[in-house]
């Protein structure tokens, strides 16, 4: 195999934040302003749904929600081709 070039390890050793998203929901302010601890939001989501993993606001992947020991995984599924992925990170 042919050795990288030196930016490529750069780029490749760059860590950026993931994001799994749950659900999505649209709230008047005057809602958000009336939430109090205690209160049970209801998403259309069914629960059955994949969820989406996202880099920089874009989804790259989908996947089940896991138990993994005492926290939450997610067992990916289905992924974005290299092409699309390498494009939601230069995605700002």
Known sequence: MPEQPKNLDRILSIELPIVVLLARKRMRVEEILRLIPGTVLEFDKPVTDPLDLLVNEQVIARGDTIKVGER????????ASPKETI?????S
């Open 87 to 91: 494009r939601a990170l230069g995605h």
């Open 72 to 79: 939450l995984g997610l067992q990916v599924r289905e992924i």
